[in-house]
């Protein structure tokens, strides 16, 4: 299934060893990542600024993700469809991808619940529908 890691979730697995490390893990043995370059740019600035992870370690990563990942330019949505105007490139990854789910911790986008394709899902939610695939 082809899936959208939120950058919260991402960074989480890099920050510390548990669901979300298991979360990203999984997506990369099983799923098809899709991303864009205003995703990884976010990523990439919440690991070097906010958590102050070591340049080196956020590129290879980012090398990482964009190894596994197609790399889209989101469709423009509707700003009214989320409270977050900065989450609207998951939806628009979404339109152009065909996605099935988007796993985020993110309250404004789980609140919607699904968008077209894809059902958006907390990281532990997506766990445990792999989990009784495997």
Known sequence: MKVILDANVAIASV?????????????????????????LAEIEEKLTRKLKVSPRIAAEFLKIL???????????VEKALCRDPDDLMLLGLVEVSGAGAIITGDK???????????????PRAFWELNAQVR
């Open 15 to 39: 920050a510390a060893r548990g669901l979300c490390e298991a979360v990203v893990e999984l997506c990369l043995e099983r799923h098809a990542l899709v991303m864009c370059e205003g995703l």
């Open 66 to 76: 964009r190894d596994h990942a197609e790399v889209l330019e989101p469709t423009k």
């Open 108 to 122: 404004d986008l789980l609140v919607i619940k699904a968008y077209k394709t894809a059902r958006i899902v907390t």
